[in-house]
Structures are given as structure tokens and as C-alpha cells.
């Protein structure tokens, strides 16, 4: 029987329901530390902040999510537990890291620098170590490995990182989901991943709605992994409307069975805040977790998507994607 690692231990993959694929509950890029400014950390008040987000959310069905945020953008694991276990959802939560340009690489680049590490090696040792052992002294195990590129090229740390990765989810069944920058690299890291033999079936290729070609998204689902459109309501990056036109062509020729879909949202960000110019704020206006259920699940029935169909990309590709995992 396989088993989801969740931060409340594993669980059966029948139990997911309706799953959010790609959000965070909190997330903080390097850095925000050294601001003087920064909101002073308070976990009662941010598992709070995280409550009030998903509360909607929750009542509109939602019963799981992957956070998926990094080792290296200040994942929380005690929040995650306690937010998950007062909203009564599963949280499923991410070793992997980010990008070689957003995330925290400079103790591998020296270690790697100076020949005293491999930088793959290390990488994969610390996946393995989340997803067998668990994170830090909490005891919870990673059940997704996410992944990360910048902009129209893989560096040489994103690399290690891909291969790594497809490495623990050989070994594990656990897994990968991915970040991709403005709609580049989406083939590139379908084609190393499969190269290095992962499963097909364990491969979700992210914020492939960052880029409106077609050809583009068929190239990367006739490989035979799934994708995700999930920045639903970040439409500074892409209108919806281009978003849902894609979506509803590729479910309409037949990839119903390789599509999920997610926002991205971020619950609670750790730093001082601050205020978006009017101009972009109305481009996030509906950023949320319950954009979905609010306008893209009935946009997609109006087009003539059916719920049976809506049940398959919310409920059915989630689970397949994250059963590939026996009891470890
Ligand atoms: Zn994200």
C-alpha cells in the first residue's frame, strides 16, 4: 500500500480529496532576516494570519495541499503542523531548493568550491535525509522534492540539484515538482529528469502556465508528465483569461489526466510587508487559495467542463502523483 508523507505523519492516498498542488503557508526569501524591520516572529499570530486564508478555502472542499516551499525560503515545519492540525486539511511539505539565483546556495558553491564536497552528492544526501529521516529534530518527512530553475537556462547548481533529486525519487517513489521562470525550461528539466529515469508519473512540471504557447505545454505533456497551471491569480505574470484558454484547449484534446492546478499563494511571508503600487495590486486581486473555487472552476464548467472532469485534474491527479511511495 503506498503512503503520503504529510506533516502529521503518512496517511493513505485515498484520503487526500481535494488537493491544492503548488501553494505556501509561509515563506520568506534570504535575507529578510537583516532587515531591521522585519515583522518580529510571532507563531501564534502567523499560524493565525495562515488560519484566516484557508478557512474559505476549507469550505469550499479543500482537504490537502503541498506547500511548496524549499529548504532555502525558510520553510516552518511547526506552523505547517500546527495549521494543518487546527484546520483539520493535510499539509504536505518539500525538501528541495530554489533557484541558483533566489535561493541560498553559498555554503555549497564553497564546499564545492574548495573540493571538499560534491555538490550533488550533498544535495542528494539532504533530500534523502528530509525524506527518510526527517526535517530538522521535527520528525516530519518531506513527501515532494521540489526543484528550481532561473530564466531560460539551467546553471550548474540547478543542475545538480535536477539530478539529485531524480535520484531520491528513484530511490523513494517520492515526487518531484518543479519551478519554472517565466515560462522557460519546462522541456529542458522534463527531458533531464527522464533522462535520469525518473517515472514519468512522478514528475510535475510547474508554472507552466507562465508561458501561452502551446506548443510549449504539448511539448513538455507528450513526454508523459503531468503540469501544473498554478499561479491562478497572479496575473501580473499572465492575464487568467490566457491561463484558462489553455487549460480548456488542452483538457478539451485529451490531457485531462495530466493537469493539476494551484495559485501559489503565499499564506503568511515573512519579512517588514508592504504595499503593492495600485497598478499591480488590481493584477492580484483575486491571489488567493480560493480563486480557484471562486472563477476558474466555473469558467471551466461554463466552457463545458465537466465535474467528473473537474474531479479528475482536483482530486485523481494529486493522488497518482503523490502514490508512487511505499511504506520506507
Ligand atoms: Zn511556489
Same mark, same amino acid.
Given at each position: 500500500?503506498?503512503?503520503?508523507?504529510?506533516?502529521?505523519?503518512?496517511?493513505?492516498?485515498?484520503?487526500?480529496?481535494?488537493?491544492?498542488?503548488?501553494?505556501?503557508?509561509?515563506?520568506?526569501?534570504?535575507?529578510?532576516?537583516?532587515?531591521?524591520?522585519?515583522?518580529?516572529?510571532?507563531?501564534?499570530?502567523?499560524?493565525?494570519?495562515?488560519?484566516?486564508?484557508?478557512?474559505?478555502?476549507?469550505?469550499?472542499?479543500?482537504?490537502?495541499?503541498?506547500?511548496?516551499?524549499?529548504?532555502?525560503?525558510?520553510?516552518?515545519?511547526?506552523?505547517?503542523?500546527?495549521?494543518?492540525?487546527?484546520?483539520?486539511?493535510?499539509?504536505?511539505?518539500?525538501? %528541495?531548493?530554489?533557484?541558483?539565483?533566489?535561493?541560498?546556495?553559498?555554503?555549497?558553491?564553497?564546499?564545492?568550491?574548495?573540493?571538499?564536497?560534491?555538490?550533488?552528492?550533498?544535495?542528494?544526501?539532504?533530500?534523502?535525509?528530509?525524506?527518510?529521516?526527517?526535517?530538522?529534530?521535527?520528525?516530519?518527512?518531506?513527501?515532494?522534492?521540489?526543484?528550481?530553475? =532561473?530564466?531560460?537556462?539551467?546553471?550548474?547548481?540547478?543542475?545538480?540539484?535536477?539530478?539529485?533529486?531524480?535520484?531520491?525519487?528513484?530511490?523513494?517513489?517520492?515526487?518531484?515538482?518543479?519551478?519554472?521562470? =517565466?515560462?522557460?525550461?519546462?522541456?529542458?528539466?522534463?527531458?533531464?529528469?527522464?533522462?535520469?529515469?525518473?517515472?514519468?508519473? +512522478?514528475?510535475?512540471?510547474?508554472?507552466?502556465?507562465?508561458?501561452?504557447?502551446?506548443?510549449?505545454?504539448?511539448?513538455?505533456?507528450?513526454?508523459?508528465?503531468?503540469?501544473?497551471?498554478?499561479?491562478? $491569480?497572479?496575473?501580473?505574470?499572465?492575464?487568467?483569461?490566457?491561463?484558462?484558454?489553455?487549460?480548456?484547449?488542452?483538457? %478539451?484534446?485529451?490531457?485531462?489526466?495530466?493537469?493539476?492546478? +494551484?495559485?501559489?499563494?503565499?499564506?503568511?511571508?515573512? $519579512?517588514?510587508?508592504?504595499?503593492?503600487?495600485?497598478?499591480?495590486?488590481?493584477?492580484?486581486?483575486?491571489?488567493?487559495?480560493?480563486?480557484?473555487?471562486?472563477?476558474?472552476?466555473?469558467?471551466?464548467?461554463?466552457?463545458?467542463?465537466?465535474?467528473?472532469?473537474?474531479?479528475?485534474?482536483?482530486?485523481?491527479?494529486?493522488?497518482?502523483?503523490?502514490?508512487?511511495?511505499?511504506?520506507?
Amino acid at each position: 500500500m503506498p503512503v503520503i508523507n504529510t506533516v502529521h505523519g503518512p496517511i493513505s492516498p485515498d484520503l487526500l480529496g481535494v488537493t491544492l498542488p503548488h501553494e505556501h503557508i509561509v515563506a520568506g526569501y534570504a535575507g529578510f532576516e537583516y532587515d531591521p524591520y522585519t515583522r518580529p516572529y510571532n507563531r501564534e499570530k502567523i499560524v493565525n494570519i495562515c488560519l484566516r486564508a484557508l478557512e474559505p478555502a476549507k469550505k469550499y472542499g479543500l482537504n490537502s495541499l503541498i506547500d511548496a516551499t524549499p529548504m532555502d525560503l525558510n520553510r516552518d515545519i511547526d506552523v505547517l503542523k500546527d495549521v494543518s492540525e487546527k484546520m483539520q486539511i493535510n499539509i504536505i511539505c518539500a525538501t %528541495g531548493r530554489y533557484t541558483d539565483d533566489m535561493g541560498k546556495w553559498t555554503y555549497l558553491k564553497q564546499r564545492a568550491k574548495s573540493k571538499i564536497g560534491d555538490m550533488k552528492t550533498e544535495l542528494y544526501e539532504s533530500f534523502m535525509y528530509e525524506i527518510t529521516k526527517g526535517i530538522g529534530q521535527s520528525g516530519v518527512k518531506a513527501g515532494v522534492i521540489k526543484v528550481a530553475t =532561473g530564466l531560460s537556462n539551467i546553471s550548474t547548481c540547478e543542475e545538480a540539484m535536477l539530478r539529485a533529486a531524480a535520484q531520491a525519487s528513484k530511490e523513494t517513489g517520492i515526487p518531484i515538482i518543479t519551478h519554472t521562470e =517565466g515560462g522557460t525550461m519546462g522541456p529542458e528539466q522534463t527531458e533531464l529528469l527522464l533522462e535520469e529515469g525518473v517515472n514519468p508519473k +512522478s514528475i510535475m512540471i510547474g508554472h507552466m502556465c507562465g508561458n501561452p504557447s502551446m506548443q510549449y505545454q504539448l511539448s513538455v505533456l507528450d513526454m508523459g508528465v503531468n503540469i501544473s497551471f498554478d499561479r491562478f $491569480g497572479i496575473e501580473v505574470f499572465q492575464p487568467d483569461k490566457v491561463r484558462l484558454a489553455n487549460l480548456i484547449g488542452l483538457i %478539451g484534446i485529451g490531457y485531462t489526466d495530466h493537469i493539476m492546478i +494551484s495559485q501559489d499563494f503565499i499564506a503568511c511571508g515573512f $519579512g517588514r510587508g508592504g504595499i503593492l503600487p495600485e497598478e499591480e495590486r488590481q493584477k492580484v486581486a483575486n491571489w488567493s487559495f480560493t480563486n480557484i473555487f471562486r472563477n476558474i472552476l466555473p469558467a471551466l464548467n461554463h466552457a463545458g467542463i465537466t465535474d467528473e472532469q473537474i474531479k479528475r485534474i482536483m482530486v485523481d491527479n494529486p493522488r497518482k502523483l503523490l502514490s508512487g511511495v511505499q511504506p520506507l
